[in-house]
């Protein structure tokens, strides 16, 4: 089969997968609907991989055409180059390995099969967001993970203890979404009225080859629109609130949004944009500065968390501000190769904190674990593995990634540079205390849970070890030249120049080899220390965090998430309500009401007079017809 035959199949595999959990899965065993689910995806990944290894340019295939008139054409059409197919392999490898946790992790829940058809749909949306031809197919994949992402963030609206805060978790995360979509929304209106077209084809031959640019205001406007819209989705200040809040939903859920999915969606937007960004000057500006700030305050927040999946979400937040410092830098690829390692050890950890959580019989709460280390080994030493990965541990795959993004920022401003170190430096710190409060120490809760802690099955396990060698060997993927001289350095960076538009164009200088390795060096000390001064704390001296009454001013405003939801609920929610109670009482309750009242009142009042004309007596029909002609006479004999 061709590539454009295989490119519909991609879609159609977590569709088919979608509709027989949804149509029939409740008549289904449980491990028929989880397997067919997990198959569709995985059988997705194998048809991603066949044509990623077969594309030497980029590959267009027509659906079908959804508009055709004079001022417009758009198409449903599927779009492979390797930027979409890079990211296909992401989403459909983690995805796969996700549904697979998923089937022991959600195994007693009665809503299992309802869960899967909402993972294939999730994954349904994200495909065409990354391989539609154009911006409105990955708008259609864009509102589509929005709203998966409402029903899984969601998904135990019905739990007696916490129902009602998943189901504020879920409108949240919808409504902050619907802010950012909307200022999407009208970048693609404006970008339509600059060049009037929405696919990727012909918007970046229009601006790469015709040089044919909207004037600076236009354009500004066009990329601070799209950069709104992809910080609602990657979670990026002022609209990154809801990314913690959707801890509410299962931890498989946590995992897909965190790691392979929606908040990758922002920064895919960004890269597949390049061509404008790097005529927007200002706006890069403004996602270099955004990112930074984003990346330095979910760092600080995660410091004083006490939610193993709380630290895990501001740790996500964290680094995605990284990602779009990256961007702001214009090291496209870069930011791509941390995407790619992020997915792997923010996977592994979160999947590893659902296999925590399973084994705690249901606990979030690391004040209440320790000593876990014996007890499930095989989550702790992949647990370990995700930790040393996301801090920046030598030769383990955040290591490369990282480093790329502070070499371009040393290159760009030492400011700048300093700022990521301390970013950089608390997320070892935050991880670091995370891993050692868990699995080190004395268990310190119950008897009775301990007696019940015990290692997860297979199905849970074998997605923990997978993403584990992905995390220790995934810096291979862009090896600066230091380590190999030739072909075999910046794998990654030669892939997306090869064929992705605009890439190509974009020159960065990497860091000298001298530089690198101070670089490297500088890093490497920030990790070992971290972890040296946290085995001390921690594991030597058996710290345990403080219970929230003793935490000291700056661990408070930490713990209490530096403010931001009680910010936003005095700037936006209360003069909301206050707005819509003044609304009812004057607009509803006296104007409104006042108008209905008075029509009422005046169709009775016409109601009552016409109704003495209709009282059935012959002699006072006889009395209005002499008047009647009486006044038809009157007005003749005037008229003449």
């Known amino acids: 089969m061709s590539i454009q035959q295989l490119l519909p199949l991609l879609l159609l595999f977590p569709l088919i997968g979608a509709f027989i959990n949804g149509t029939a899965g409740k008549k289904l065993p449980k491990i028929v609907a989880g397997s067919l689910a997990t198959l569709m995806t995985f059988v997705s990944f194998l048809i991603a991989l066949t044509i990623f ?129 909307l200022g999407l929304l009208i970048g693609l209106f404006l970008m339509l009225l600059s060049f009037g077209t929405l696919e990727y084809e012909q918007v970046s031959r229009m601006v790469l080859v015709d040089k044919i640019l909207p004037n600076g205001n236009m354009l500004f406007a066009i990329t601070i629109c799209l950069f709104i819209g992809a910080t609602g989705k990657s979670a990026q200040i002022p609209l990154f609130t809801w990314l913690p809040d959707a801890m509410a939903g299962p931890t498989p859920v946590s995992a897909l949004i965190h790691a392979a999915t929606m908040v990758t969606a922002g920064i895919f937007l960004v890269v597949r944009s390049n061509y404008l960004f790097h005529y927007a000057p200002f706006t890069r500006e403004i996602i270099l500065y955004i990112g930074l700030a984003t990346s330095i305050v979910a760092a600080f927040i995660a410091l004083r968390q006490n939610d193993i999946k709380k630290v895990l979400a501001y740790s996500t937040v964290s680094q995605l501000g990284l ?37 705690m019989s249901g606990e979030q709460d690391i004040r209440k674990m320790g000593g876990l280390k014996d007890k499930i080994r095989i ?74 802690v015990h290692e997860s099955p297979l199905s849970m396990t074998l997605p923990l070890m997978v993403l584990a060698v992905l995390s220790v060997i995934g810096g291979v993927l862009n090896l600066p030249g230091i380590f190999l001289h030739g072909s075999g350095t910046h794998f990654l960076n030669n892939l997306l120049n090869k064929n992705v538009a605009g890439l190509d164009q974009i020159h960065n200088v990497h860091p000298d080899h001298t530089t690198t390795l101070i ?35 700056w661990e408070t405003f930490s713990n209490k998430k530096m403010y931001w939801d009680e910010l936003y609920d005095i700037l936006f929610v209360k003069p909301i309500e206050w707005f819509s109670k003044v609304f009812y009482t004057i607009v509803d309750s006296f104007i409104l009401s006042g108008i209905i009242e008075g029509v009422v009142r005046t169709v009775a009042f016409s109601g009552d007079i016409v109704r003495k004309w209709q009282t059935g007596k012959v002699n006072s029909y006889i009395l209005w017809m002499v008047f009647g002609i009486i006044g038809f006479i009157t007005y003749y004999l005037i008229k003449l």
């Open 53 to 181: 290894l077969n594309l030497d340019q980029p590959v267009r295939s027509l659906l079908f055409t959804m508009i055709d008139i004079d001022s417009l054409h758009l198409d449903a059409a599927l779009y492979a180059d390797n930027l979409s197919m890079w990211m296909t392999l992401i989403i459909t490898g983690v995805g796969s390995l996700i549904h697979l946790f998923s089937m022991g992790y959600m195994s007693h829940d009665k809503g299992y099969y309802k869960f899967f058809t909402y993972l294939n749909l999730f994954i349904f949306s994200m495909l065409i967001l990354v391989l539609g031809s154009n911006y409105f197919m990955l708008f259609f994949g864009w509102e589509g993970v929005g709203i998966c992402s409402y029903l899984l963030i969601g998904f135990h609206y019905d739990d007696e203890q916490k129902g009602l805060l998943n189901g504020l978790a879920a409108r949240k995360a919808f409504i902050m979404n619907r802010i950012g979509d």
């Open 323 to 359: 990602i779009f410092v990256a961007l702001g830098l214009e090291a496209y690829t870069t930011a791509i190769f941390h995407v790619t390692t992020h997915a792997f050890f923010k996977a592994l950890l979160f999947l590893g904190s659902g296999s925590v959580i399973h084994a």
């Open 379 to 452: 989550t702790h030493i992949t647990f370990l593995i995700g930790t040393l990965a996301i801090s920046g541990f030598p030769l383990f795959s955040g290591f490369y990634s990282k480093d790329e993004i502070l070499g371009y920022a040393f290159g760009h401003s030492l400011t700048i540079y300093i700022l990521l170190v301390i970013s950089v430096t608390m997320t070892a710190i935050y991880m670091f205390r995370l891993y050692f409060v868990v699995f080190h120490g004395t268990f310190r809760d119950s008897k009775d849970v301990e007696h019940h």
């Open 519 to 553: 670089l490297m060096g500088v890093a490497v000390a920030i990790c070992l220390t971290t972890l040296f001064i946290s085995s001390i704390v921690y594991k030597k001296k058996g710290s345990v965090p403080s219970e929230d009454a003793q935490l000291s001013a």
